[in-house]
């Protein structure tokens, strides 16, 4: 669900209902940046490799509902009737000729990106059942956000020219409930297959880092839809198939660390320092005891978007900004305070 003018704290907590090994994440604690995606790397590589028939037997235990039928993340509708649902078996593609006819196994990193091989192939981290015809629509165009959709799905899923800042041609646009999920796919990939990736060539990546509009939407999806009950559960199941886990699932802290602007600062938690954004203003409540401080706004992709001094006590900066993820600096190199806030 998207949050505006919300103002968050730097560090995230882990989700302690996730079934997490004991021990299992010890080799990655107190690193950041490319050290900590090498670390994770090397915990969650290699792991059991499915063959491609055996993704129908998985998703009856990854993506099932209670009353046993398939979750489609293309045709929910959270809190309300769904369009249609899909029986395990009995509903698998097939033919179909339009939305609602079968379901069948969508790649949301497309398989055309890395050329169809093993072990991406079949990594559940990124394969969700989905509607046949909706899956198609999305074909291998990448995610973005749309405005003008020159096709929408029953649930609201578009495909249309991106409006994401740097972001060109045709995308595909999932419902806001399930883009932080997407997102912490797109991450575990670049994780997972951190030097497989060097070779892959995908409208987002170069080598295996994300291009800036797409580390900055995916950052930003990440931050709007935080991690879910259902998104826990599947971590889990896939753990007990695959024998390994999603890292940004169980720590989404880590994208933070790795990926957007925060990740080349050493962060300080800033327990004496209040700031939200509201009506095109940033306010900071700075500690009676601090004195003022150089102040800086980052967005996304790490531009300096305001700098200036916050004074002291409780002070007013007016800014336009665009709808997004913003980090907070105040103080000095190696003296300073960081939050995180979305807009």
């Not at 790397?41 to 009353?67: C, E, K, M």
């Not at 069948?104 to 059942?129: A, K, Q």
């Not at 800036?212 to 896939?238: H, M």
Request: glycine share 8%.
């Amino acid at each position: 669900m998207r949050i505006p003018f919300v103002a968050a704290v730097v560090l995230l907590p882990a989700l302690l209902l996730a079934q997490i090994p004991p021990g299992y994440y010890d080799s990655a604690q107190g690193l950041t940046g490319e050290a900590l995606r090498t670390a994770l790397n090397g915990i969650i590589s290699p792991h059991t490799v499915l063959q491609y028939s055996q993704l129908w037997a998985a998703f009856y235990r990854t993506d099932r509902r209670t009353n046993n039928t398939v979750w489609d993340i293309y045709s929910d509708v959270p809190g309300g009737p769904l369009p249609y649902s899909y029986q395990f078996v009995t509903d698998q593609c097939g033919t179909y000729t339009g939305e609602g006819d079968c379901f069948n196994r969508e790649h949301s990193f497309p398989v055309g990106w890395f050329n169809d091989v093993p072990p991406m192939n079949t990594d559940l981290f990124h394969i969700y059942p989905t509607d046949g015809w909706v899956n198609a629509q999305r074909g291998s165009w990448p995610y973005g956000t749309v405005n003008a959709p020159a096709y929408t799905s029953n649930n609201g899923s578009k495909r249309g020219p991106c409006t994401w800042p740097g972001c060109t041609g045709t995308v595909f646009e999932p419902i806001n409930e399930y883009k932080g999920d997407l997102a912490r796919g797109y991450m575990y990939m670049l994780t997972r297959y951190l030097n497989e990736s060097q070779s892959w060539t995908t409208p987002i990546t170069t080598g295996n880092e994300f291009f800036g509009w797409t580390e900055s939407l995916l950052v930003a999806w990440c931050t709007q839809d935080p991690v879910s009950a259902k998104e826990i559960a599947r971590n889990d199941s896939i753990y007990r198939i695959q024998g390994n886990r999603n890292p940004y699932i169980d720590n989404p802290q880590w994208v933070y660390s790795i990926w957007g602007p925060q990740a080349a600062i050493d962060e300080v938690v800033a327990d004496d320092i209040r700031a939200w954004y509201a009506e095109g203003v940033l306010t900071i409540d700075l500690d009676a005891t601090l004195p003022s401080l150089s102040l800086s706004v980052l967005d996304a992709l790490g531009r300096t978007v305001l700098q200036e001094r916050s004074g002291t006590g409780r002070t007013a900066h007016p800014i336009d900004l665009v709808p997004g993820t913003y980090c907070l600096v105040l103080g000095d190199v190696g003296q300073h305070k960081v939050l995180r806030f979305v807009r």
